[in-house]
């Protein structure tokens, strides 16, 4: 269970106002009487808590489980589980995920400017928001409703921060128009200049970088993370797509919507990223690449060539997903025996 | 055309004044009367505004642009294109990187210590700096002349920071002699501890890192870098060096002058990078190694031996580069067929 | 000699003073009376310095330092080297360290809290602990005895700091128990929302984050690394533990004692790393895996399955290093002649 230094939880619910929450068949009788007070793991979940049965490899779990009642697929049945005590759903890890929210609810701001922060005159804040403790807010910033702005977090001059949208602490925030319900976590640089030079008279002159972060509506961007502005025209971030921690995105890169970048993964510049792409953890993609909408690259990938919608790649530099499995396997046949590719020795 | 709420624009200026700035022949008869009043790219530039033809891959662009005026090579000709509308330089792109210098000057910096900068009573601060919000200037820190501390930056005791050096947010710079017009972006880490360890009676103790960071004249340091200070001596970055984000240069590494290094890329403990060697994004670098001059490493290389001046390297381990695509080439076919290399399945 | 703008010095101290707290044999006739003012590397130490002597490779700098006295491991003799110049040891490199820490001591902290912190109102901070410039301290936090917070940092509500850690510059922590003798960096995040997605019915829905990050005592956290908070149960960092610069730590990793992780590491959700586990730059290690206690991983694998106890692990896919050791010989020797796989060409 949650440790409530860190979470605030709302509740107990009756088992039939989180089946009404979740849009789940519930057949326990006792379904109005029956008192939930916290989520938790089938393994771990004490009496009075919901927990989520995902995979009949967790069979075991659940026919052991204290759990007083547990989400499942509808349709699910087994002998030796007290239908009882499930609660049937159409996707339970979506249902356990909004289960969560219910009972552990974002929690309300703490509307107002932090004595302590330095609003430029010329910014507007709207209704709700919270600047915390030694935010820096910057000329014309225009700040939604709703926003948090954490804690030494600083916002250049001119963004746009768009309604119920909340930034961490110690991030770094310039020449950016930010989406609603974007949540960008601690650390975080944005609207850097990208890095372009031309050798000149003296050395290395930069190109100016006279472009902007553009990021879309719903998108999450992890810790650590950086990115460029344009050079000329926008860096952007398509709406919903999720962004893991220490991951580089380059300028002029144009990610499209519901991407999903894993960790410390880079975007080289000018590269395109179709719609749902996913990216494993350290990919690398060069500049000027194009990766089509729904490609899959796999952890670690250095992607060297444009890459086709839906395609899985992999290996570096990446090629199909299956080829670079023949080429692990056959290297180690090749050079290590039958059993040498196995991280067995 | 840039977003003036992040930029400031200068001019206009007429054709005769760009130039002479540029160094250009300007063939045009109207050349003193013409007013530009932004640059842009071929594509999208409008009347009135200046644009670059740097390949004749771009020619079809070139003979459509709207733009008022084009930055070519000397000696271009083309029987579609007026060349009363060029403007003839020896490089276009540095002439363009000076166009835009030209209408987007570096703002002049707001001179002063924001009241709310904590500066110790023994830092001197140079004529015309500007230290922002939150800036913490520590003990015996000595700022040049026309520098810039961005908001809640963290200078540590003894640091020196150049003439017209610029840092920007939150960033953490300790144990360093930072140059002339050196750029710092945010969240950057310099002077933090290097990574060296003995084991002890009770695990590992670290051992003292008594050096310093010495960034010379002229260096970029971009968003969320880190870089170690020596163990004993000094990391040095040498002088017109650029370094892209997330990029960790670890104790006592000594970068030439003139290298150029791209986002994640790692520098391990004691290596030598000579001058003006070129490094892509994730490339690794092994501790105690050499780098010759001049050198050159593909992206995401991990590179585990020295690597000779001039030398073009890539791969994991890096091999020449010739050897690296010969091997991934050649792998391709033993195991995937003729195409099986190819991003295309 | 370290510059003592950044670092203040202890001493001088005389051979035997040093003897002592090194624990070492002084064959010197005059130890008593002999003063040492510092450390120094062979080949540059000054008369007054006392060096080590670790590597018979080094045996030239040995016979021509000037140092006054240098450390060396016990019975080593040699025909032209003073003996009455030696101090006879266990360990070289151990009792050098230690030479340091005696002549550099840790500074004394400046107890109390600077005015520009924010401290609420019910954190509690033990006695001689320096909360910094700028800090942010939140409800609840409790700061043990010695602590110091770096300028700027910010620690989120209920976050526990045990005796004696010390934070750098602008870091950000929340969601986590540290404990005693832990080092932070500068621009460290620990505590972040850890990346797990339900598809929903408008997107990607976030998967709550309710657990936390427990750093175990006398870990080390290099700058900009970032260690997210578990998804239920928590991220642990066993004791003794050092993490070098820029590494990524998922969700509900589980690691152990006395692991050494390099630059720019990435380890993936779930998985656990065993005891005393040694990781090289730029590794990366999937999700839900095991390492086994005292694993190797050289540096830049990718990690994608199990690795054993004690196993030396390389590559992408990483195999047994002797393994890969063959493949890259072996693919030189295929496809690039028979020194093909040379960094020289």
Known sequence: MPDLRFFRRSGPFTLSEIALHLDADDLSPDRGIISI???GDLDSAEPGQISVFTDTRYL??????????????????????????LMFVKDPRLAYALAGHLFYPQQPLESGVHPTAHVDHTATIGHGSQIDVGAVIGRDVQIGRGCRVGPNTVLGDGVLLGDDSKIGANSSISHALIGRRVEIETGVTIGSQGFGFVPGHAGLMRMLQLGRVVVEDDVQIGANCTIDRG?????????GTVIDNLVHIAHNVRMGRLCVICAQAGIAGSTEIG????????????????????????????????????????GYPAVPIKNWHRQTIGLGRLFNGALGNSAKE
Request: glycine letters at 16%; a positive charge.
């Open 37 to 39: 007070h916290d989520i």
């Open 60 to 85: 075991d779990g659940l026919t052991r489980t204290r759990a007083a009642a547990v989400i499942c697929k509808r349709g699910f049945t087994h002998h030796s589980v007290d239908s009882a005590r």
């Open 231 to 239: 050079a000329t025209g926008d860096t952007v971030i398509g709406s």
């Open 275 to 314: 719609d749902g792409v996913m990216m494993g953890g350290q990919v690398g993609v060069g500049d000027h690449l194009r990766v089509g909408a729904g490609a899959k690259i796999a952890a670690k990938s250095g992607v060297v060539r444009d890459v086709d919608v839906n395609a899985v790649v992999g």
